[in-house]
């Protein structure tokens, strides 16, 4: 059971460049969103979706956009990277976005912008 | 507003010693909350949650978590800590202030045990 995967595990970008982050699931879950760890700022969410063509925005979500087009996968794009996007990128899913449903994280993505 | 706070930045512990971490929150309504850990270099991975009904909610790993009303406490304990538990814990509550699912969290405790 791979739960939520998320490629790549490691990015350098210079400054201006796009790229995008994938992350699949494999355990059904309608609800899917993006967070980004950084220190001192805890997890903060980026984009959420909460079905298959469905997307909103969280709290940060200038600089990023996110498309669901399958409810397995929903990848976050970096459209023009800046070093204040430098940060860990986490995926996580869950059942729904109800209130007592837990939410599996990826791994994570490493992302420094140069 | 919902939030959690975890009063500890690091907890350090023996091993084989009892641990506790401590999370706090403030939630409207019934609380529905939830325990993370992560190691380093790797995603954060669920531990255990409260929903209702009993207080004392066990977990993975050996972990369980007490709810307490009128504290409004959500404290994570283990009998009996290994090396291998040192990490990042979190304590994590869904926002109901608005319909985006968001999970806030608390700003982290790190767990050291030493042998």
């Known amino acids: 059971n791979a739960g939520v995967t998320q490629t790549p595990k490691f990015q350098v970008l210079k400054t201006g460049q796009s790229m995008t982050l994938q992350c699949a699931q494999d355990?059904?879950?309608?609800?899917m969103s993006w967070y980004r760890q950084d220190p001192g700022m805890g997890l903060r969410l980026i984009h959420y979706s909460v079905g298959a063509g469905i997307t909103d925005q969280g709290e940060v979500p200038n600089g990023y956009n996110v498309s669901r087009s399958t409810t397995e996968d929903f990848p976050l794009r970096l459209l023009s990277a800046a070093p204040s996007q430098t940060s860990v990128y986490f995926c996580a899913s869950s059942y729904d976005g109800r209130w007592n449903t837990e939410a599996f994280f990826g791994q994570g993505t490493r992302l420094t912008v140069v | 507003a919902q939030s959690v706070a975890q009063p500890e930045d690091q907890v350090n512990v023996a091993e084989g010693n009892p641990l506790t971490v401590k999370c706090t929150y403030s939630v409207s309504g019934n609380p529905y909350l939830f325990w993370y850990v992560q190691y380093p270099n790797r995603g954060l991975q669920f531990l255990l949650k409260y929903i209702t009904g009993d207080n004392l909610v066990k977990g993975s790993y050996g972990f369980e978590a007490e709810f307490n009303k009128s504290q409004t406490s959500f404290h994570l304990k283990k009998p009996s800590a290994l090396v291998s538990d040192s990490a990042l814990y979190f304590c994590a509550v869904r926002d109901r202030s608005g319909n985006t699912g968001k999970l806030i969290f608390g700003q982290g405790t790190t767990l050291q045990v030493k042998p």
């Open positions: 355990m059904n879950h309608e609800y």
